[in-house]
């Protein structure tokens, strides 16, 4: 049984670990979007 439990925490932690480096991507994203607009606001001055 406690292999059993040891292979769901694994696969849960697993999941949250891609869950967060998800979010990390898309808010890596996000910041990149808003520096590119920034960088064109400042250039048409």
Do not use: D, P
């Not at 869950?19 to 064109?40: A, R, T, V």
Request: glycine share 2%; aromatic share 14%.
């Amino acid at each position: 049984m406690s292999k059993i439990n040891e292979w769901h925490y694994f696969r849960f932690t697993t999941a949250v670990a891609v869950c967060e480096e998800e979010e990390i991507i898309y808010l890596k994203m996000q910041i990149g979007s808003l520096y590119l607009k920034l960088l064109l606001i400042n250039t048409r001055r």
